[in-house]
C-alpha cells in the first residue's frame, strides 16, 4: 500500500524559510520520480517542483530560486526547501508521485506578518 505523508507546513513571515518532508512507504521510490504540487484558495493546482529517480529536477518559474526539491532513496523521503517566502506561496502542498498517481493529504503553508 502507497502513502505519502507531507509534514513541515506552518506560518512564516515574508522573507522567511520552511522545510517540507514526505515520507513515502510501499516501496514506490524504486518505480517513480517525485513532486510538490500546491493548491491556493481559488486556483487550480500547480507543479511547484520535480526531481526524477536519477535526481533531475525542474522548477515553476514563480520558486526558482527560492526553492530546491530533494531526494533521499535511502530514507524513501523528498523535501522541500523553501526560502524567501512571499505571501503568495501561501497554499497547501501536496506531495505526490511523478507523474501524480499518488498523493499525500497536504499541510498548510501560510506566509504573513
Known amino acids: 500500500q502507497v502513502q505519502l505523508v507531507e509534514s513541515g507546513g506552518g506560518l512564516v513571515q515574508p522573507g522567511g524559510s520552511l522545510r517540507l518532508s514526505c515520507d513515502a512507504s510501499?516501496?514506490?521510490?524504486?518505480?517513480?520520480?517525485m513532486a510538490w504540487y500546491r493548491q491556493a484558495p481559488g486556483k487550480q493546482r500547480e507543479l511547484v517542483a520535480a526531481?526524477?529517480?536519477?535526481?533531475?529536477?525542474n522548477y515553476a518559474d514563480s520558486v526558482k530560486g527560492r526553492f530546491t526539491i530533494s531526494r533521499d532513496n535511502t530514507k524513501n523521503t523528498v523535501n522541500l526547501q523553501m526560502n524567501s517566502l512571499k505571501p503568495e506561496d501561501t497554499a497547501v502542498y501536496y506531495c505526490?508521485?511523478?507523474?501524480?498517481?499518488?498523493w499525500g493529504q497536504g499541510t498548510q503553508v501560510t506566509v504573513s506578518s
Open positions: 526531481i526524477t529517480r536519477g535526481g533531475g529536477t
Open positions: 505526490s508521485t511523478y507523474p501524480a498517481t499518488y
Open positions: 510501499g516501496n514506490i521510490f524504486s518505480i517513480y520520480g
